[in-house]
């Protein structure tokens, strides 16, 4: 167990902080990858570029949002759903390019999921005054695979509910490199971004990048 923290980084890495029972934040799990994500990232953002959806609601999201992988989450009219295409190309997404998901296997096998293969990874972007309203992951088709989220750029206030979106929320301060992952019994528990303060970070500027990991299907 004690051995497992030291590997990932081969510094000394802080131990897991446990939200609930499933759900802790690995502080700063990401950061020695920030090189090879944020490369990787670039052919991304080329073929698929930041959009702003809309929800079935007709409100159109603040977060800026695009995909890789084989699926891709997508809202529109019609409602929230996967979809292998993406909608403004008509192409497939991206492949979920190897440095992103070998941290999320490697997060997702620390915080004691082992085996996590996901097939979608959902982009997000926030600017300052930016925010994501409480929601639960629920768009799977498999709740038994963990969520990771991978936080990189500003630091945001991320909020970790309950069952009920009306149950309080645990306000968790997020830094670039900190990951949450959230499985099993707190597979489907409430959670959003508070609005993004002002601020600029050293290598990603005014904004804030986060990268969730599901197994879609
Ligand atoms: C999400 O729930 O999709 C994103 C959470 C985050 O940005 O930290
Ligand atoms: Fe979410």
Redesign the pocket.
Known sequence: MTMDLFAATGEMAALPEILVPGAMVLRGHATADTAAVLAALDGVFAAAPFRHMVTPGGCRMS?AMTNCGAYGWITDKTGYRYDRIDPESGRDWPPMPSPLLRLATRAAAQAGYGGFVPDAC?I?R?VPGTR?SL?Q?KDEMDFTAPIV?V?LGLP?T?LFGGMRRVDAAQRVP?WHGDV?VWGGPARLRY???LPLKAGSHVLLGEQ?I?L?FRKAT
């Open positions: 977060v959902l997000n926030y994501l929601h992951d989220s936080s945001a991320f997020l949450v959670h959003g971004v804030r986060n969730t």
